[in-house]
């Protein structure tokens, strides 16, 4: 429990940290939204008063303050732009990009892993070669590439969902929002499931090689029956961990993705905030994916530490 409480705590350090150097990146490079929403014709004056509105002339602590007393209260501004509550502007496309993750990690996890096992019982057998050449490619080809073929081939070839043609919400029309999703989750998983079937196979090879597993051998277990009860167990410590960050990494992976498909997922709405400038949204934004990403690696050390009882150990001291 000590262990879950320190996790805890330093997530929310993290997160501290985090959110006040992003409010300080776009403190020092943030030009003049003003200026930006107003135009060149506008007045000093009218600047000025402008700037008073949006709150830009207070001091920068004062303001940070503001902010993050507001971001963990469910107060989250306002944008430059748009007079719609933030949350409400952000929280449709985090729901959408949640998914497009969410669909994504469970193909990761499910293709993956069996492969993993598979790629380790080919090794050294006439098939390997070929296992090698296509899981290269695979790792090589980046997401939106994949995504303009998929556009292609199942969109305008087979007709099977609209290139582009999102709806303006999921449930507006289900079936297609949930068919170009899958194909966009494809499309981000297949790279990540040829590094993750590569580091799985890496890691069983590494296990199988250990005394414990020659031990369990030469007693008269069978081979297959250690792999599943003994040396996947093991592999899965790295294996978490690795997935933990490929699912943290999923929400940044998926903005090009969201654009080849036209996805009104957060990345794009985030693509769509910086230029205009619109750094209220930024910030939140960028505070939003930073706790996703640490989150997965504070899940994933949770984990860890259930299925490795030398890791329960270390945390309990």
Not at 78 to 96: C, D, F, H, Q, R
Not at 149 to 162: A, E, N, P
Not at 210 to 226: E, F, L, P, Q, W
Not at 283 to 291: D, G, M, N, R
Request: hydrophobic share 50%.
């Amino acid at each position: 429990m000590n262990y879950v409480i320190r996790r805890i705590l330093l997530l929310l350090l993290t997160m501290l940290i985090v959110s006040f150097l992003t409010f300080l990146a776009f403190e020092l490079v943030r030009g003049d939204p003003a200026q930006a929403k107003l135009g060149t014709e506008a007045t000093p004056e009218q600047l000025e008063a402008l700037r008073h509105e949006m709150g830009l002339d207070r001091p920068f602590l004062l303001r940070y303050g503001q902010w993050l007393s507001g971001f963990f209260t469910g107060d989250l501004g306002v944008s430059y732009y748009n007079p719609t509550p933030m949350w409400e502007l952000i929280a449709p496309k985090l729901g959408v990009t949640l998914i497009l993750a969410g669909m994504s990690f469970l193909l990761i996890t499910l293709i993956s892993i069996p492969l993993g096992l598979l790629s380790y019982r080919l090794a050294g057998s006439s098939l390997d070669w070929l296992r090698t050449a296509f899981n290269q490619l695979c790792m090589a080809v980046p997401p939106f590439f994949i995504g303009i073929l998929f556009s292609w081939f199942f969109g305008i070839t087979l007709k099977l969902f609209v290139p582009e043609g999102f709806p303006l919400s999921i449930r507006a029309d289900p079936a297609e929002a949930m068919t170009q999703l899958f194909f966009a989750a494809v499309c981000l998983s297949i790279p990540r499931i040829a590094m993750t079937v590569r580091m799985m196979r890496s890691t069983v090879i590494g296990e199988m090689q250990k005394a414990y597993v020659r031990t369990a051998i030469s007693r008269g277990n069978d081979r297959r029956g250690v792999l599943l009860r003994h040396v996947l167990k093991n592999s899965l410590t790295g294996t978490v961990t690795f997935l933990a960050q490929t699912l943290a990494e999923l929400i940044g992976g998926s903005i090009v993705v969201e654009q080849v498909f036209g996805i009104p997922g957060l990345g794009r709405f985030l693509v769509a905030e910086i230029r205009a400038l619109d750094y209220p949204v930024v910030q939140t934004i960028v505070v939003i994916l930073a706790f996703w990403v640490v989150l997965a690696g504070t899940v994933a050390d949770l984990i860890n530490q259930r299925i490795d009882p030398r890791l329960r150990l270390g945390g309990a001291k």
